[in-house]
Every structure is written in C-alpha cells, then in structure tokens.
C-alpha cells in the first residue's frame, strides 16, 4: 500500500541532536496517519511519535519536549528531529504509515546515543 524509507540515523553523544527522514510512496491518500516508533534490544516496539492528517501531533512522554514530529505533504516526507538525546534513546527506529485498515512500516534506522 504505502512504501517507507528511512534515513539519518547514527551515532551522537550524550546531549546531541540527530534528524530522521522518512520517504513515503504508493497510496499516499489512503495514509491517516504517520508516526515514528523504536526498538531497542530485548524490549518491544513503542510509539515515540506520530502526526494525523490535520497535523495534530502525540508524543511519547519519555520524548515529549525534545523531539519534533513534522511532515512536508509536499514532499510525502516525516520527520523527527530529536534534541538533548539521552543514552536510553538508543534504538532501531522506524517509521510507519497508518490507514484505516492497514500499517506499513519502513526498514528501521539505528540511532546510537553514547554517554
């Protein structure tokens, strides 16, 4: 239905800021929703963020205050711009787009927080 592309992860210290981009193609009217969710080891997958069509916006509260979700329809891109990323942030994300009776989700990008 809808395919996904992430990008922009890697390795910051302690403090720092990284930006994640997510490419959307296909059914791109059917999409309700988009968010950003992560996994680290031994631990299931969560919700971080996510934004609707009206561009309201949900975090999650460990991130809330220093991440950004954001989306140029333009472009059919999201965006997560994360600031004072802290160890525990560590995690393979993932970005998913949300229709009304399916979920697509893109490969995952490792984000790597160092102390």
């Known amino acids: 239905q809808v395919q996904l592309v992430e990008s922009g992860g890697g390795l910051v210290q302690a403090g720092g800021s990284l930006r994640l981009s997510c490419a959307a193609s296909?059914?791109?009217?059917?999409?309700?929703?988009m968010g950003w969710y992560r996994q680290a080891p031994g631990k299931q997958r969560e919700l971080v963020a996510d934004?609707?069509?009206?561009?309201?916006?949900n975090y999650a509260d460990s991130v809330n205050g220093r991440f950004t979700i954001s989306r140029v329809h333009a472009k059919n891109t999201v965006y997560l711009q994360m600031n004072s990323l802290k160890p525990e942030d560590t995690a393979v994300y993932y970005c998913?787009?949300?229709?009304?009776?399916?979920?697509?989700w893109g490969q995952g990008t490792q984000v790597t927080v160092s102390s």
């Open positions: 998913a787009a949300h229709g009304y009776n399916f979920d697509d």
């Open positions: 296909g059914s791109i009217f059917s999409i309700n929703a």
């Open positions: 934004t609707s069509r009206g561009d309201s916006k």
